[in-house]
């Protein structure tokens, strides 16, 4: 009996204990992060179908970048939410107070500028101070400036410069399949006309398609930390590199390990479709994996 009485005040203190325990305090720092003016450079890569501002029939996308063919579209972004933006790009006497931006590097092969142009990218962000900096930092900001290079490179073959042209980095054979198939895996190669290096060609694009960029351009392996980028049209513009093509406006990009690519493209069908110009062209997604 004695036994009984002495386990059930046992659990009767044991559970008033487990009663007596607070839920622990919200971490005051969870989700802080302390101000930068750290920012990423993209460059811009579509294809408009009819070529007017007010048209949505076109295909986006913004690769991260260091180095740009002459004549890129590049996009400038802040990685953080900021009160203030000043940015400056070179000796240009401008400057831009948003969040993002976006310039095109036109002019440097008509001034005989000696490539590769480097120019300076600097941000200087502000940001006012909060409750969480005096608790959650030992020396906390509300001021930096940080500076990137970017890097332009020549996008005309007739200059002494074609040697950045050379191996591109996205040169092989992908096994994968196209969104609209996803059951239907095909091995697509990309490849280089023996005769015009210039001219890249997709052999087996969409499972029977041979298309080659000669309308658009591509990005080499020349770059640091990008992805190797760009776009292509299926119209050979009388080469006869293509047979049996349903493609119409395509964008392309390797992964940062470059060891598979993704393509967005749009058939022939959806260059007229569809017909309300607000509206986006219907698109396709390839993914493959590159083999060895």
Known sequence: MKNSTLILLLLLLFGGCQKCKKDPAPDPCLGYKPMSADFRMFEILSFNAYDT?????????????????????????????????????????????????????FGYLNNNITFPVSIDITLKGKRTKTEKDSICSKQPKYEETITKRLVILPHSFDTNDYRYYTNPAFLGEYEGFSSDKPTEKYIMKIA??????????????????????????????????SYAAGTFRGIS????????????????????????????????????????????????????????
Request: aromatic share 16%; charged share 25%; hydrophobic share 30%.
């Open 192 to 225: 280089t006309d023996p005769s015009m290096q210039d001219i890249v060609y997709f052999d087996n694009f969409n499972n029977g398609c041979r298309a080659s960029n000669r309308s658009g351009y591509y990005n080499p392996s020349f770059y640091d930390i």
């Open 53 to 105: 501002i007010q048209d949505k029939r076109f295909l986006y996308k913004e690769v991260e970048v260091d180095t740009v063919f002459e004549g890129s579209l590049v996009s400038f972004e802040a990685n953080q939410t900021l009160d203030s933006y000043e940015w400056r790009v070179g000796s240009d006497n401008r400057t831009w107070n948003t969040k993002k931006f976006s310039l095109s590097f």
């Open 237 to 292: 513009e009388g080469f006869g590199l293509w047979t049996n093509c349903d493609l119409y406006l395509s964008i392309f990009f390797l992964n940062k390990a470059k060891d598979s690519i993704s393509i967005i493209y749009t058939k022939n069908e959806s260059a007229i479709q569809p017909s309300d110009p607000k509206k986006h062209l219907k698109t396709y997604t390839f993914k493959g994996k590159k083999l060895k």
